[in-house]
């Protein structure tokens, strides 16, 4: 017998992985855009130039001070030195080698900040040249050039969006996480623990569910305005056949924990009293069988009580026998659940 199949749907959407603002960090006239919009674009890549001259002149003062700095701070080195030795041999007083020495100290000083004043000017000069920080799909640009940009804060230029993987997210309830979600892993579902769980999931476009990923998180507690618990799956996306904020139809098949037995839909009849089956008894005799299901998957229902293995159902002509008639059955195996096609004798 086969385990029964429980499915579960519920709606979904993608998302990118990563999604950066790309912005101006430094004020200046934008000079060039280099790229494409709606293009790919690979991690590193310039994407806009800001006019640099300005930049480039605060550079060159800021290492012309440098320079002169890293020179008087050899003077002083020198002379320190010198004083040193004629302190030695009492050819100097201690005041006089006392402010040699600090003066020295006061050299390095400004040396260190003339540093940090350079590398604050190529720093914002490196800013100038403005790169791709992912790898990913770059949209429309929001400044053209021309156009003053990082005045008053960071400018918005345009935003990138990795495309390869996605992530589907969708939202299952507590009830429903606590009841069926253990049977895909272990009683508990942690994803840290237990084997990798598969779901199914489909566009609009799609006919049911074509495509298999694999879930890799779930958060790490439940929503208390929704009641819900969100789920995330990876969804490679090579060929760019997804973008992000598709939605999509998410299916889940749950296996109970006991084998039933399965019959095709066509030989479950229901009426006000629940679902029944016609049975062919030893005696060749038909029966109404009343039966408890699981829903249907693949064509056939999972049968929860009222059948064995071993029962023969009719599963062809069960609408033209009546209880208690004769019939000549033929028993097939049918995913090892005997049925029967049952002719009137």
């Known amino acids: 017998m086969r385990r029964p199949i429980e499915t579960r749907r519920y709606s979904g959407r993608l998302q990118a992985d990563q999604q950066v603002e790309v912005r101006a960090r430094v004020k200046g006239y934008l000079d060039q855009v280099l790229f494409q919009e709606g293009t790919e674009v690979t991690k590193g890549a310039e994407l806009y130039v800001i006019d640099p001259r300005t930049f480039q002149a605060e550079v060159d003062d800021a290492r012309a001070d440098f320079e002169r700095l890293e020179a008087e701070y050899w003077v002083a080195t020198q002379d ?12 100097i007083s201690a005041e006089e080698h006392d402010h040699r020495i600090a003066t020295k100290a006061i050299a390095q000083a400004a040396l260190a900040r003339g540093q940090a004043r350079l590398d604050t000017a190529l720093f914002n000069m490196s800013f100038t040249r403005i790169t791709a920080p992912i790898n990913g799909r770059a949209g429309s640009t ?3 050039v021309g156009n003053l940009v990082g005045q008053s804060e960071p400018t918005l230029l345009t935003t990138i969006v990795q495309m390869d993987p996605l992530h589907l997210v969708f939202e299952v309830t507590e009830s429903d996480l606590i009841s069926n979600w253990g049977r895909l892993g272990n009683s508990t579902f942690s994803l840290h623990n237990s084997p990798l769980i598969s779901v199914r999931f ?10 298999e990923v694999i879930v890799d998180f779930r958060d790490t507690e439940v929503n208390p305005g929704t009641g819900t618990v969100l789920l995330r799956a990876v969804v490679p996306n090579g060929n760019r056949l997804f973008s992000p904020g598709m939605f999509a139809r998410v299916e889940v098949l749950f296996s109970q924990s006991e084998p039933a037995p399965h019959v095709p839909e066509t030989a479950v009849f229901r009426d006000q009293q629940g679902h029944y089956v016609f049975t ?10 009343r039966v408890a299901t699981w829903p249907s998957y693949d064509g056939l229902i999972a049968i929860r009580k009222g059948l064995t293995a071993s029962d023969r159902t009719i599963v062809s002509g069960a609408a033209k026998v009546v209880p208690g008639t004769l019939v000549a059955a033929e028993v097939v195996e049918l995913n090892q659940v005997l049925v029967a096609h049952g ?3």
């Open 80 to 91: 320190a030195s010198r004083s040193s030795q004629l302190y030695d041999k009492k050819a």
């Open 343 to 345: 002719d009137r004798q």
């Open 142 to 144: 929001l400044v053209t």
């Open 202 to 211: 489909g566009l609009d476009t799609d006919e049911g569910t074509p495509y």
């Open 280 to 289: 062919v008894g030893s005696d060749n005799k038909v029966h109404r069988q």
